[in-house]
């Protein structure tokens, strides 16, 4: 099979290019705009015997409709012209070599339709599988050692030596080798690093990390140099003693953040003058804070980025539980008065939490810990949580539509195509007591396989012993990844 | 097809919700797996002709029906329902 057509084909792009091919494409196929959809909707039907279907057709030469079943093929026949676009799927068909031909210009052709139509719709860009340029199809020839993952696989599997306390900072950097997005982006080697082989670049010493995860070796490994320049960026973690996961999570994000931002790789900045680092771009979402004044009624919005998500644990309960109080609206009392604009006075309000943005990587963390001026203590209590999480009640846009009244809002059109589902990717559990204690994490090496790693010990788990765990900090990936359009 | 039919569809097509379901539906069956297990129903036909040259009419025929019966109760389910709300709330308007 190739892509360049056929020799009927040819003659017919070098007679009248590619405009035919366009024009049937962008008003037939895959509408780019709405006169485009008026089109289809009322003219998609057989010359012929004024059907629908099946399988319409429409003649390239002179945009006869008709469907396949005969009609297209006797227009062809008496007419000569032996090309006919499906009007399904855009695949051109040669009467003459008696099939669909693929030719490398058409499919871009239809290829940037369909980022139009996207667009044109506001759903994100359909899923584009990698294909090899040809200096990659060269490189893929040239290189003829294949791996090959089997079911069984324990590819990127490696336990971490205990350092002193740091199981830790093991955990983490378990959850973060096995953070779907990130690994892809360290394995594809997209870290342009500006300060190169200065051995100071905490994001080159993460990708080099990657590379020993994945390199097929079993041996623990040792995390002395990255420790070493976490220690530099991040003075507080500095000493061996004992650290909270959690702390070392987001100092980390933060460390590895800050490298992309210092000129160290180029990241372009959004519009809205947001990182778009690659940290930022999986770990940040937008948190919805409105302000509603008990007087005038008056909200004051405010929206902020974060990395993750801290949750009280009052007793035992659900995750879900605790998103549902995390996101309730919440009556702020005679003593928090706050300034209203409005009113010009200070007035009792209502506070509410939502979620305007999600970020790829849900990470949620239990407040586990209580630290108070009487007492530290840990609470122990089972939070359940879901191996499959759909976070759309927590969102902005969902409880705008259940204050509005339209409680079931899949009926609107939004609720049905919007899709914010997570799979749960990693668990990092904390043993024993508040000043004893261990640190384990689960992660999700495949599919349906699970692995506990306890320092340099790594062991198969099952789902329902990660489900059954005291969980402490909970990782999610996005289920569906969505992509941004790029057309203007 | 009725007339009514034929403008629920064209009303589809207009608002770009025929696009959005064709969409939906085909995450949902990449997710599955099914396009990959259709990819290799391809391969097996393309294996079984290595002799003779196979045209698209000849995968159409022998695949069709197996690829159509593996299709998961859940994905036809999850878009018949939404398809229908979809289409009750459109005649309340
Ligand atoms: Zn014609
Ligand atoms: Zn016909
Ligand atoms: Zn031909
Ligand atoms: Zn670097
Ligand atoms: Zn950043
Ligand atoms: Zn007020």
Redesign the interface.
């Known amino acids: 099979m190739n892509d360049n057509g056929c020799i009927h084909l040819n003659n017919f792009k070098a007679a009248k290019g590619t405009n035919p091919y366009k024009i049937v494409h962008a008003f037939f196929v895959t509408c780019t705009s709405f006169e485009a959809r008026r089109y289809k909707a009322t003219s998609c039907l057989c010359f012929t015997c004024g059907k629908p279907g099946p399988r319409m057709h429409s003649c390239l030469h002179c945009i006869f409709f008709a469907c396949y079943d005969g009609h297209i093929q006797d227009h062809s026949k008496s007419k000569k012209h032996f090309l006919y676009v499906d009007l399904s799927y855009g695949n051109v068909f040669c009467a003459q070599c008696q099939d669909y031909i693929y030719d490398r210009e058409l499919t871009e052709i239809a290829m940037s339709h369909r980022m139009k139509e996207a667009k044109s719709l506001g759903i994100s860009v359909p899923f584009m599988p990698w294909l090899p340029n040809n200096n990659e199809a060269m490189a893929l020839r040239r290189l003829r050692k294949r791996r090959l993952i089997s079911p069984h696989t324990t590819i990127g599997l490696r336990g971490l030596q205990n350092l002193g306390s740091t199981c830790f900072m093991n955990c983490i950097v378990q959850t973060l080798i096995h953070t779907p997005l990130l690994r892809d982006y360290f394995l594809g080697e997209k870290h342009k690093c500006k300060a190169q082989g200065s051995g100071k670049c905490l994001v080159c010493e993460v990708s080099k990390l990657f590379q020993e995860f994945y390199s097929g070796a079993k041996t623990p490994l040792t995390l002395h140099r990255l420790l070493h320049l976490i220690w530099t960026h991040a003075r507080h973690l500095a000493g061996y003693e004992q650290q909270d996961a959690h702390e070392f999570f987001i100092a980390t994000l933060d460390v590895l953040h800050r490298h992309c931002m210092n000129g160290v790789e180029d990241t372009e900045k959004k519009e809205n003058g947001r990182c778009n680092c690659i940290i930022d771009q999986i770990f940040t979402g937008g948190l919805q804070s409105d302000v509603v004044c008990t007087s005038c009624s008056g909200v004051s919005t405010t929206i902020d980025p974060f990395w993750d998500i801290s949750l009280d644990v009052a007793g035992p309960g659900s995750l879900q539980a605790c998103l549902e109080r995390f996101t309730r609206a919440e009556h702020l009392g005679s003593g928090a008065k706050i300034k209203c604009s409005k009113c010009r006075a200070y007035r009792e309000s209502t506070k509410q939490l939502t979620l305007e943005t999600l970020p790829i990587v849900a990470s949620f963390h239990l407040k586990r810990f209580e630290h108070s001026s009487q007492i530290d203590r840990k609470i122990s209590a089972f939070v359940s949580f879901p191996a499959e999480l759909d976070m759309t009640p927590f969102m902005s846009s969902h409880r705008r539509a259940v204050d509005m009244g339209a409680a079931d809002n899949n009926n609107a059109p939004e609720g049905i195509f919007e899709d914010n589902r997570y799979s749960l990717f990693a668990v990092v559990n904390h043993l024993g007591s508040l000043d004893a204690g261990h640190y384990t994490a689960y992660v999700r090496q495949m599919k349906g396989s699970w692995f506990k790693c306890d320092d340099h010990m790594i062991t198969r788990a099952s789902l329902r012993e990660v489900l059954d765990s005291e969980g402490y900090l909970l990782f999610y990936h996005k289920t569906v990844l969505e992509y941004e359009c790029d057309v203007s | 097809?009725t007339v009514n039919n034929?403008i629920a569809?064209?009303?589809l097509?207009?608002?770009?919700?025929r696009?959005?379901f064709k969409?939906?539906l085909?995450?949902r069956l990449?997710?599955c797996g099914w396009r990959d297990q259709v990819r290799m129903l391809c391969r097996d036909v393309v294996k079984e002709n290595e002799s003779n040259n196979v045209?698209?009419e000849t995968l159409v025929t022998k695949v069709t029906p197996k690829a159509r019966a593996i299709v998961p109760d859940s994905v036809k389910k999850e878009l018949l329902q939404?398809i229908k709300?979809?289409l009750l709330?459109q005649k309340d308007q």
């Open positions: 097809m034929t569809h064209q009303r097509i207009l608002s770009g919700d696009e959005r969409e939906l085909r995450r990449i997710e045209t698209f939404k709300t979809h709330t």
